[in-house]
Nanobody, 121 residues
Framework: QVQLVESGGGSVQAGGSLRLSCAASGYTRCMGWFRQAPGTEREWVGTRGTSGGISIYADSVKGRFTITQDDAKNTLYLQMTSLKPEDTAMYYC?????????????????WGQGTQVTVSS
């Protein structure tokens, strides 16, 4: 069983930056970030293979968001820059024991509790 704990959310003005963290309690092969605004479905943000270190991103965040990891701390990060009001959402960290994970919520078995990001104009 893997436990994920997110942190780092908050309120920021448009154009600002935030870094989210996701501390994992166990070994995972793939991790990702999703977000969900009120009244909408959970949206994929990006995925990273924990062994190869390759990350892929949704078009809506490509060039603005970066996923990195600290193996020593078993922590995944989401660096968000040039934030826009439409980035406002609850952000969730997810993890999978399979290498075959991508952009679907069904690819991931483990989920964090979420951290709120609010971007004001």
């Amino acid at each position: 069983q893997v436990q994920l704990v997110e942190s780092g959310g908050g309120s920021v003005q448009a154009g600002g930056s935030l870094r989210l963290s996701c501390a994992a309690s166990g070994y995972t092969r793939c991790m990702g970030w999703f977000r969900q605004a009120p009244g909408t479905e959970r949206e994929w943000v990006g995925t990273r293979g924990t062994s190869g270190g390759i990350s892929i991103y949704a078009d809506s965040v490509k060039g603005r968001f970066t996923i990195t990891q600290d193996d020593a701390k078993n922590t995944l990060y989401l660096q968000m820059t040039s934030l826009k009001p439409e980035d406002t959402a609850m952000y969730y960290c997810a993890a999978a024991s399979s290498l075959l994970c991508g952009s679907s919520t069904t690819d991931f078995e483990y989920w964090g509790q979420g951290t709120q990001v609010t971007v004001s104009s």
